[in-house]
């Protein structure tokens, strides 16, 4: 899988986002060390405590499919630009990638940028 092929796949779950109220669509695409990819998109809602990022809702279905070891993710947005994970986002997937996750963007020319989840979260929680 290479960056620009899980990169596609992150623009592509953008489309599915429902963001009625800040209008920003997100998509993820999350690679797991087994292979297998999991997309998600961002989902507001009226409650906005019940908002959930993409990079969540890939996160969740990867495990609610028994998956407990994420490699790469790669986030893409409606607005164009970098879309770094929010601080919750980069915690969550620290629980299941570590500092060596490998986070996939791309920024307004079209390049491919990524970084360590451990570059973006230098000290994170782990029992």
């Known amino acids: 899988m290479t960056d620009e092929t899980l990169m596609e796949t992150a623009e592509r779950a ?3 986002a429902y963001a009625p109220y800040s209008h920003f669509k997100v ?3 999350l690679l797991t060390a087994s292979g297998n990819i999991f997309t998600g998109c961002n ?3 009226a409650s906005y ?3 959930i990022c993409a990079e969540r809702t890939a996160s969740v279905k990867a495990v609610s499919e028994g998956e407990r070891e994420f490699a790469a993710i790669a986030i893409a947005n409606s607005g164009g630009g970098l879309t770094y994970p929010c601080g919750i986002c980069r915690q969550f ?3 299941f990638g570590g500092n060596d996750l ?3 963007l791309r ?3 079209g390049n491919i940028v990524v970084h ?3 570059e973006l979260l230098p000290h994170g929680f782990k029992l």
């Open 14 to 16: 953008c489309e599915n």
């Open 27 to 29: 998509g993820a695409a």
């Open 93 to 95: 997937l620290y629980e």
């Open 116 to 118: 360590t989840l451990g």
């Open 102 to 104: 490998r986070i996939i």
């Open 49 to 51: 405590g019940g908002c």
């Open 43 to 45: 989902v507001e809602n």
């Open 107 to 109: 920024d307004d020319e």
